[in-house]
């Protein structure tokens, strides 16, 4: 087994390792979700982890691990004598991404089961992960119904197996740590609050910082097991250290003063359900346990909410967690003790159990005591990146992140597209509706989404077929069916059923599936009157959120000037289109072929890198095509050979005012596609659009 990277030699991230270290004290607090950037050692700390917590006692040979004081009555490999027990390290279980349901809640042998009528399981990942750690790297990119068993499994704390009538369930506790990179989607709000605490991370700006980081993560790339033994007294205090806050915290007394502010604090933010208020209870009586006290006091609370709070104050997808701090801090003095007698002499913070002269701080302000970060030679103190065996960061390349933007080409038109005018400054988009489906024709075969039909793992059976390599879902119908006329000869002389390999059917089904929706937006001088470029943005953005709903991966190109620039590679991340789209400029002339056979080229790509999910192209335009040479046939060439491909598109008309040339018709028309305003995307109106998109293509298909 590799040499872990020690957990207290990570520089900084001092929430990330506080969520985690509250965790390990008290594993009721509902896990961790790690949002940041790539290059952050998101992973270091999460697998550095496991090597803190206690050692597990278990049942001898149980593959379930059972606790041998309190035995799982109901686990299959039971029931449990009395006997001496194990005891084995705490584990730390991955779940891939690419992991299958089988895989993660485990598999039922079904020909066995058929032949034999007996359960024979084989168990999964949350039986591997009961009483340790689950980990999972990129949980958003999980498909939802993994995510659904897992977080199941998390919040009942045990694991049901349901296959044709056979029925397993066995316990699956344990600490739930999932790492996710914005940039490449969000979770649905739903899952977000199934989470117990969330922590953004971000690498650190400081060079004296970065340095210690590079220098650590040097140290240990040349010599791991060296380096973790540099390391080997600090974590051991930070061991023992969990281990007295896990005795200490059933003496902590949570008292109605902080239990009231708790509540008061979820009610401020408008937090729904309940679950905010137990998670934060937990976490303010785990910080308490932590900071070696036995009562909860204000401070805990307020660490608490910036812990277990912004994640659930999201609305929307393109809301940003975070918290108020001072509205938070109004509140808590608001619904604290009235007395204020003590005010002018608080008591003095107690330290905390086994700190030594170089241990953690005692109380959890500033990160709540987290892991000391003083090395056997006397490093300095960064406080913003961590070393690990992910790459360090580099700095932030984002065109959204408040730098300086490009200089803009010049020779604009005027909005009439007949002259040169000034570039128009970014405006803010309109307040955003509600859309209906946008379906691409014919049936799929890609990633479970929301949108077009598509044969999928899941949804309603329409037929069954031999299985392609590992069986999926069994069709029981089918199987007996297959089986039933070889009985005789196969000398069936009991009760089961004699089943062979080439017997099994598996169900083919069918749902919906996520498509690639690729905007297209025109962003040229023809488009700058502010009242028109707002109205767009809107619609942009309501199509980028029912893109969010329905599991879409979205991407953005715009044309302006002399030239087209992906503005938005294809991804998950909804924000990131939303974030480029709010800081778009407009002017110059109108290059619409660029436009298009700068589409044409990512979707190229985009093929060669996932051929199954089939594109919707939306050009956001009014039609018009100017600069270079024969601009409008250039446009109507690249349009054809986007339609060639069997590229399903939609064009919406932006052009205003009384007098209307038709041009974005023109171009639906070349696009065999369909052309539609601004008002008729509106949920009301968008029906009619839908059944269009499908006749035209069933048109151009016959």
Known sequence: MSTRYPFTAVVGMDDLRLALLLNAVSPAVGGVLVRGEKGTAKSTAVRALADLLPDVPVVPGCRFSCDPAAPDPQCPDGPHEAGPAESRAARMVELPVGASEDRLVGALDIERALSEGVKAFEPGLLADAHRGILYVDEVNLLHDHLIDLLLDAAAMGSSYVEREGVSVRHAARFLLVGTMNPEEGELRPQLLDRFGLTVEVAASREPDQRVEVVRRRLAYDADPAGFAARWAAEEEALRQRIAAARALLPDVVLGDAALRQISATCAAFEVDGMRADIVMARTATALAAWAGRTQVQEEDVRQAALLALPHRRRRNPFDAPGLDEDKLDRTLEEYGPQEDSQEDEPDPEPEGPDDGPDGPEGGPDGGGGVPPQDGPDDAPQPSGADAGPEQPSVPDQRTD???????????????????????????????????????????GEGADGRRSRARTAHGRTTGSRRPRGALGKLHLAAT?????????????????????RDDLREAVREGREGNLVLFVVDASGSMAARKRMTAVKGAVLSLLL?????RDKVGMITFRGAEAEVALPPTSSVEAGAARLEQLPTGGRTPLAAGLLKAHEVLRVERMRDASRRPLVVVVTDGRATGGVEPRPRASKAAQLLASEGVASVVVDCEAGPVRLGLAGELARALQGTAVTLDELRADSVSALVRNVTDTTHRRAA
């Open 546 to 550: 029912d893109a969010y709903q329905r």
């Open 480 to 500: 007996v069916q297959a089986a039933a006329p070889h009985q005789k000869r196969r000398g069936r002389s009991g009760p089961g059923l004699v089943v062979r």
């Open 401 to 443: 992140g408040g730098q300086e933007q490009p200089a803009q080409p010049k020779g604009e038109e005027a909005a009439d597209g007949s002259g040169a005018a000034p570039e128009k400054a970014a405006v803010g988009a309109a307040e955003p509706f509600k859309t209906k489906r946008l379906d691409v024709p014919g049936l």
